[in-house]
């Protein structure tokens, strides 16, 4: 019997909102230090974070700087005109009943990163930190309350859990090279909050769910991977008007997300301008063809550069994410030509391991490897001398026997040794069992301590039996 089996797609949609604490000297509207490290609860607090009456805010101009320097890397807008919105809500992280943040008027709209393109990136300021794990009581820290947090939301326009992992990864690599925030997933410094929906027609959005606690990008993948897996077994029980809008908690230990609470819509915070803080007008305040002219070279501009310069491609990902080894890097090739770029990092990438060796020996090894006075070999366990000691690649290399010996006098005292140590394989060779002769041409190596030049080698074997 045959069936007709109709399989139906599904159209998923992803669009992100990511918080990332920026790494100012101190908080965003009060003199209190901005230490995401300090570990005594309550010690940086004063009485305007704390939010006792009579106090003001003053806005951290630093903090906006920031938020503009990533609107710029970006190629998005910066806002001339822009100020900062309450937003109320009651919860014991929040001192003064509100939160401020922006609402209307964010810093910075448009723009994109990897392809996908930006709504906006608005300035607020961080909740405290609330400790359920400690009994049947919560604990608030407030040293978080008033720290600068930027908020970044894509348009919903990313299409699959990977795609949105790897633009989180793209914005964490971005926002430190421009040194805005450290950025780092685990300690609560950048906060990825997936927006996942899943329809059965392409000519519109399902029904959305926000996923938050996702402290690592490989949980966004699978969050995002389990939302749309549970959407569509949904659709395919024919119970999509399960799907309904909210926010879900990942659970780390499960696997799996588990619904929080129905989405509150923003007319529920009732929004209104800040009549604390002074409007802003950043076009005059902020000098931006400066700031742009001074961005550091970004990502990938920098990963472009490296391939165009011969750098495998998986081994400039390597170094754009290691500013250290990166650095070397461009220490070691300045001023050489392709091949000694090449061979550069080829052996930066593969064979240093933990520590960096000196710029100008491993330079003056690199050297060695071209002119062919060194071979492979013997420039693994130089690289690990050089390390070690203060003596220059050539002085050691001398000292250890390493150099490569292109020297057909110097080596026939190797290859005679062989020959006379191998019998058994020399008389094979001579029976008419050609492949032999490499086990001997691995001896003169191993003899050689590596030094041996392996075509002489075989040469000189070939010529002497
Ligand atoms: P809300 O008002 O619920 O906060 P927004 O329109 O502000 O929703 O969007 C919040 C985030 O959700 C944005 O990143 C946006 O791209 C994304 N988003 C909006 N609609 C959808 C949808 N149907 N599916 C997936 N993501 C969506
Ligand atoms: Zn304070
Ligand atoms: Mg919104």
């Known amino acids: 019997m045959l069936y007709w ?3 139906k797609t599904y159209y998923p949609t992803i669009g992100l909102e990511i918080h990332a604490e920026l790494s100012t000297a101190s908080k965003m509207f009060c003199s209190c230090k901005n230490d995401p490290d300090e570990t005594r609860p309550n010690v940086n607090i004063c009485p305007i974070c704390m939010a006792h009456p009579g106090t003001l805010p003053v806005a951290n101009k630093e903090a906006i700087r920031k938020v503009i320097t990533v609107g710029l890397a970006l190629g998005a807008n910066i806002a001339d005109f822009s100020e900062f919105d309450r937003k109320n809500y009651f919860y014991p992280d929040i001192p003064k009943g509100y939160q401020i943040s922006q609402y209307k008027y964010p810093i910075v709209s448009g723009g994109s990163l990897n392809g996908f393109a930006i709504t906006r990136i608005h300035l607020e300021e961080d909740t405290g930190l609330s400790k359920h794990d400690r009994g049947d009581f919560t604990l ?16 919903p326009v990313i299409h699959s859990a990977s795609d949105a992992a790897s633009f989180a990864r793209e914005l964490q690599l971005l926002l430190r090279t421009l040194g805005v925030s450290e950025a780092n997933l685990e300690k609560g410094e950048m906060r ?24 690592s990008f490989k949980s966004v993948e699978k969050a995002i991977e389990y939302e749309l897996a549970r959407m569509q077994a949904l659709y395919e029980a024919g119970r999509a008007d399960e799907i309904v809008q909210e926010t879900r908690g990942w659970d780390e230990n499960k696997q799996s997300t588990f619904s929080q609470r129905s989405k509150e819509n923003a007319n529920d915070y009732r929004y209104f301008p800040d009549p604390d803080l002074p409007k802003m007008k950043l076009h005059s305040a902020f000098d931006l063809e400066t700031m742009k002219m001074e961005l550091p070279e970004l990502p990938d501009a920098k990963r472009a550069r490296y391939i165009s ?43 240093i391991k933990a520590e960096l060796p000196n710029v100008e020996h491993f330079a003056e090894l690199i050297g060695m490897v071209q002119a062919g006075e060194i071979t492979s070999r013997g420039a693994k366990d130089l690289l690990v001398e050089i390390i070690t000691t203060p003596a220059s690649p050539k002085a050691i290399a ?3 026997g390493l150099l490569q010996q292109n020297d057909p006098e110097a080596l026939k005292a190797i290859v005679l040794q062989v020959i006379a140590d191998n019998a058994k394989i020399v008389a094979d060779y001579r ?35």
Do not use: H
């Open 192 to 215: 990825v909050e997936p927006n996942i929906s899943l329809s059965d027609d392409p000519s519109k959005f399902g029904t959305k769910v926000e996923v938050k606690n996702l402290n």
């Open 140 to 155: 608030v820290d407030y040293n978080r309350a008033g720290v600068p947090l930027m908020e970044l939301v894509t348009e």
């Open 5 to 7: 089996v109709f399989m």
């Open 431 to 465: 029976a008419g069992k050609e492949a032999a002769i490499q086990g001997l041409v691995g001896q003169v190596m191993k003899l050689s301590k590596g030094s041996a030049n392996p075509g002489l080698a075989l040469q000189l074997l070939k010529d002497t039996i």
């Open 398 to 400: 001398t000292q250890k």
């Open 309 to 351: 310069l011969g750098v495998k491609a998986a081994d400039a990902e390597i170094f754009v994410y290691n500013a250290e080894l990166a650095k070397f890097f461009e220490e070691v090739i300045k001023g050489k030509d392709a091949a000694f770029t090449q061979t550069a990092s080829n052996y930066i990438i593969n064979d």
